[in-house]
T-cell receptor, first 110, second 111 residues
Framework: DGGITQSPKYLFRKEGQNVTLSCEQN?????MYWYRQDPGQGLRLIYY???????QKGDIAEGYSVSREKKESFPLTVTSAQKNPTAFYLC?????????FGPGTRLTVL | QQQVKQSPQSLIVQKGGISIINCAYE??????FPWYQQFPGKGPALLIA?????SEKKEGRFTISFNKSAKQFSLHIMDSQPGDSATYFC??????????FGTGTRLLVSP
């Protein structure tokens, strides 16, 4: 089965802790993306990567970091510097066309 | 200039009716306009997309109408069904690069 997996589905974090969200794809897509979704605000781009070992900041990169060491994987770290981290996080991938989304991770900061 | 403005924010339609969601953009360099459907707790899924060289695209009950001169595009859902109840996002991009999303429309189709 080809697709994008995100884990975990739900994540709880205490204030001041860093947390890493996983995103894996087996679609052989070159590009991968991280979005944040808040109620009434649509999807906002955090980081994206067009190729392995390269990534660019999106519109709301502050307080987040990423790595792209493998084509299949694009983990997102939410650092303690992110002031409002509670949100639904979506990973996507594409190969010159349609973006396919994963099922998302809901992060709650306690 | 990178924004895509979407309306309405929410929409209630009776079963069998037509649902219409509108989007407007400013950046004339946009050349790819997809619509995504999202159910609660799930990731968005591509519904239908259009390039600016055509004015309309139809797939089943879903139609995109595109007005290049007005810089507007809309999604029409014919014979709306309760199973269509979801949040719909329009988006735009340049050469299939990063997508700019509208703020979403929550559609409720009443039985």
């Amino acid at each position: 089965d080809g697709g994008i997996t995100q884990s975990p589905k739900y994540l709880f974090r205490k204030e001041g802790q860093n947390v890493t969200l996983s995103c894996e794809q087996n679609l052989n897509h070159d590009a991968m993306y991280w979005y944040r979704q808040d109620p009434g605000q649509g999807l906002r781009l955090i980081y994206y990567s067009q190729i392995v070992n390269d990534f660019q900041k999106g519109d709301i990169a502050e307080g987040y970091s990423v790595s792209r060491e493998k084509k299949e994987s694009f983990p997102l770290t939410v650092t303690s510097a992110q002031k409002n981290p509670t949100a639904f996080y979506l990973c996507a991938s594409s190969r010159g066309g349609e973006q396919f989304f994963g099922p998302g991770t809901r992060l709650t900061v306690l | 200039q990178q924004q895509v403005k979407q309306s309405p924010q929410s929409l209630i339609v009776q079963k069998g009716g037509i649902s219409i969601i509108n989007c407007a953009y400013e950046n004339t360099a946009f050349d790819y306009f997809p619509w995504y459907q999202q159910f609660p707790g799930k990731g968005p899924a591509l519904l239908i997309a259009i390039r600016p060289d055509v004015s309309e695209k139809k797939e089943g009950r879903f139609t995109i109408s595109f007005n290049k001169s007005a810089k507007q595009f809309s999604l029409h859902i014919m014979d709306s069904q309760p199973g269509d109840s979801a949040t719909y996002f329009c988006a735009a991009s340049i050469s299939f690069q990063k997508l700019v999303f509208g703020t979403g429309t929550r559609l409720l189709v009443s039985p």
